[in-house]
């Protein structure tokens, strides 16, 4: 691998955008095809800041900044990839929000940023969303994930009342449903029939790309 | 009654207070209610259950403010009733009190993170809606500002500082929530926080809520190993909740807390109570524990 992708790695793993930007510029300037950047520089250095999280070199602040950092040399990368008319492999569509009567934002917003870092194509819907919300999200976008976020063990319950509504609208069978939060855990995917639980952001990558088998 | 710094001085365990927001909605908090609008139409069950923690022991009665900042009072609707959440939920507490229990006012995070460049709010920002609480809560007359649940060293900075110019004199407690392999979310460290928040001057400082009494068990040695002569604080969750069907329950039982309680004491902990999950039984167990 070349220097400049290596240093790109790098920019990543230490969550420093202006860097990021200079070297994903770099890269192009060396000729180098923007998607071999995005596949040796960019992924698997939000791998390995997933694993540092995972084992606690890593925190939320070292995930946002990194996960920056990428979105800044994606800036760069992107009119190139366009006018080669190629584009960075989606791995699926995701729709992702806080459910209704719960305001806890951070994590939600955290996990989505990962999945977009993945190259994911993400919908957040913010928080506090209604059920009805989902729903028609998931129609509109032809979403395959569906991200439930639950910070209280009240509004846990609203998890469960966005995949019955699914199921009404028969949209069960076309989305995996993959719930979080403090209280949400494995039991509680499996009392509701969702598909999956994530610990955490970092998780919630993994979690989802074994689902979709991306 | 003593002033609370004075008590602190004294080395006697002081018993705080369990959950709130878990016991409301025991009570029958709607799903998607914010405690805060209780505080305003229904404070029948925010006295009784600070009554029913009277009664187990608790000495530190924490007012039902957390989410009663700017930020998190735009998100429920309630911003424009902000004076009067706060001052209500502070008379709320001392009618419960009366003279067998401190009164604290409780200031939570205010959601939104601070880190530049991603964060929605600067420090000065947050400053701002810290000090505008803490101006309230002092004028409604509380013994104690205690800071809890932060997980970011900036914010908790802003929360301090704005308490103590919009509230001088009133000694507060601090602190921080540890989840994620020993130290907060946003990667602080226990003895980090613990000279942080000596050098801010508060006169207790500690953990709360977390990811599990071990976690909080851990962070409370660090602080203890890094300022020996502090008075702590440990307040965490009942442990972790499972469902079991529909219901949460919270795995740590009233023996199990009192358990932690007097390892938190031989730690240096000197106010002691529970987070999430705990109901008057834990806290009866606790102050069982320590007080004898």
């Known amino acids: 691998m070349s220097d400049i992708l290596n240093q790109l790695q790098e920019a990543v793993i230490a969550g420093d955008p202006e860097q990021a930007r200079d070297l994903a510029a770099q890269a192009l300037a060396a000729n180098i095809a923007p998607l071999d950047a995005i596949d040796q520089a960019l992924n698997p250095g939000m791998q390995i800041v997933g694993d540092k999280y995972e084992c606690g070199d890593y925190f939320i602040p070292d995930l946002m900044m990194a996960a920056e950092a990428m979105k800044a040399a994606m800036g760069e990368l992107e009119p190139e990839l366009m006018a080669r008319q190629e584009q960075r492999q989606i791995l699926g569509t995701v729709v992702i929000g806080t459910v209704e009567g719960d305001i806890h934002e951070i994590g939600k917003s955290l996990v989505a940023t990962m999945l977009s870092a993945a190259g994911f194509q993400v919908h957040d819907l913010g928080v506090d969303v209604p059920v009805s919300r989902f729903v028609e999200q998931v129609k509109a976008t032809n979403a395959n994930v569906v991200g439930l976020s639950a910070l209280l063990t009240t509004t846990m319950r609203n998890q469960e009342a966005v995949i019955e509504a699914l199921k009404e609208a028969g949209l069960r069978e076309r989305v995996k449903v993959v719930i979080g939060g403090a209280p949400a855990s494995p039991d509680w995917a499996e009392t509701i029939g969702a598909d999956a639980y994530a610990e955490n952001a970092n998780e919630a990558v993994g979690v989802v790309k074994q689902l979709l088998e991306v | ?292």
Not at chain 2, 133 to 142: N, P, T
Not at chain 2, 160 to 186: C, E, K, L
Not at chain 2, 208 to 224: D, F, I, P, R, Y
């Open chain 2, 1 to 292: 009654m003593e002033d609370i710094t004075s008590r602190l001085k004294s080395g006697r365990v002081i018993v705080a207070d369990g959950a709130t927001g878990t016991m409301l909605q025991k009570a029958g908090l709607p799903m998607g209610t914010p405690p805060e609008r209780w505080v305003l139409e229904n404070p029948d069950p925010i006295r009784d259950l600070q009554r029913a923690y009277v009664e187990a022991g608790s000495d530190l009665i924490i007012a039902c403010t957390f989410g009663a900042n700017r930020t998190r009072l735009e998100h429920t609707g309630l911003a424009d009733q902000l004076v009067e959440v706060n001052q209500r939920a502070v008379q709320i507490a001392r009618e419960a009190a009366g003279d067998r229990a401190y009164v604290a006012a409780d200031v939570g995070p205010t959601g939104e993170l601070l880190l530049a460049p991603i964060g929605k709010l600067t420090y000065e920002q947050a400053l701002a809606i810290f000090t505008e609480q803490a101006a309230v809560l002092a004028q409604a007359g509380v013994d104690v500002l205690y800071i809890e649940t932060m997980s970011d060293l900036n914010e908790m900075k802003a929360a301090v500082v704005g308490a103590q110019q919009a509230a001088p004199g009133i000694p507060i407690f601090a602190t921080f929530s540890f989840d994620h392999h020993g130290r907060t979310n946003m990667g602080v460290k226990p003895e980090q926080a613990a000279e942080a928040l000596q050098e801010l001057g508060v006169v207790a400082f500690g953990a709360n809520c977390g990811a599990t009494l071990e976690m909080t068990e851990g962070a409370v040695a660090k602080m203890h190993e890094a300022i020996p002569q502090a008075a702590l604080i440990a307040k965490p969750n009942a442990g972790k909740p499972h469902m079991v069907g529909h219901e949460a329950v919270y795995d740590a039982t009233p023996e199990d807390m009192a358990e932690y309680a007097r390892k938190f004491v031989a730690l240096g902990a000197r106010v002691i109570g529970g987070c999430c999950g705990s109901t008057p039984e834990h806290i009866a167990a606790i102050a069982a524990a320590v007080k004898s």
